[in-house]
């Protein structure tokens, strides 16, 4: 089983869409739960993180904890072009440095 | 500009050659980290210093061999290379509070991108 599952798309939205990237992860332990963006020929991005059960809200982007279903999700509000973008999800294990990451889910948004 | 260099941004090399990438960070981080990212492969943990003291060594192959002269600088040594190799190499720094607690929040570099022949 992998330690962090991500569906590899694409996914494909309108503009002006929401977008919703799902995260699953398997060490039940974990603490804390990342969203990077990736261009393509570029380095990861930070663009959010969770560590409580629940609802985060930063601008267009709302990330998604549920640590009882072991999910982690992203939803981009009201999608752009330069959204599209490969996502990565990434999950830190009780305390130490090691974090996981997905394979990354590639996101088009169509103008 | 992510504050965090890596270089060289390419680099070509036999598989008989010792060369080395060289990452600096100017954030005032603590801890720094080498990921390779192949081809439709989930980012991988290769090498965690924190202060400067090597905390995570993910069993990688013992031919890259990481270097953390202070919490600024990190190179990691390349010597008899596979073509299995060939790859991007992230150099990430992240920040540590009080009591050395890890933020886990990555700054990356841009990557040097690795072509083992």
């Known amino acids: 089983q992998k330690e962090v599952e991500q569906n590899s798309g694409p996914l494909s939205v309108p503009e002006g869409a929401i977008a919703s990237l799902n995260c699953t992860y398997s060490?039940?332990?974990?603490?804390?739960f990342f969203w990077y963006r990736q261009y393509s020929g570029k380095s990861p991005e930070l663009i959010m993180f969770?560590?409580?059960?629940g609802d985060k809200e930063d601008g267009r982007f709302t990330a998604q904890l549920n640590k009882a279903s072991q999910y982690v999700s992203l939803l981009i509000r009201d999608s752009q072009p330069s959204d599209s973008a490969t996502y990565l999800c990434?999950?830190?294990?009780?305390?130490?440095?090691?974090?996981?990451f997905g394979a990354g889910t590639r996101l088009f948004v169509k103008a | 500009e992510t504050g965090v260099t890596q270089t060289p941004r390419h680099l070509v090399m036999g598989m008989t050659n010792k060369k080395s990438l060289k990452c600096e960070q100017h954030l005032g981080h603590n801890a720094m980290y080498w990921y390779k990212q192949s081809a439709k492969k989930p980012l991988e943990l290769m090498f965690v210093y924190s202060l400067e003291e090597r905390v995570e060594n993910n069993s990688v192959p013992s031919r890259f061999s990481p270097e953390c002269p202070n919490s600024s600088h990190l190179f990691l040594h390349l010597h008899t290379l596979q073509p299995e190799d060939s790859a991007l190499y992230l150099c990430?720094?992240?920040?540590?509070?009080?009591?050395?607690?890890?933020?886990?929040?990555?700054?990356f570099g841009e990557g040097s991108r690795l072509t083992v022949l």
């Open positions: 060490d039940r332990g974990s603490q804390s």
């Open positions: 990434a999950v830190r294990g009780t305390g130490g440095f090691k974090t996981i």
């Open positions: 969770i560590y409580s059960n």
């Open positions: 990430a720094s992240t920040r540590l509070l009080a009591g050395g607690v890890n933020t886990g929040e990555l700054f």
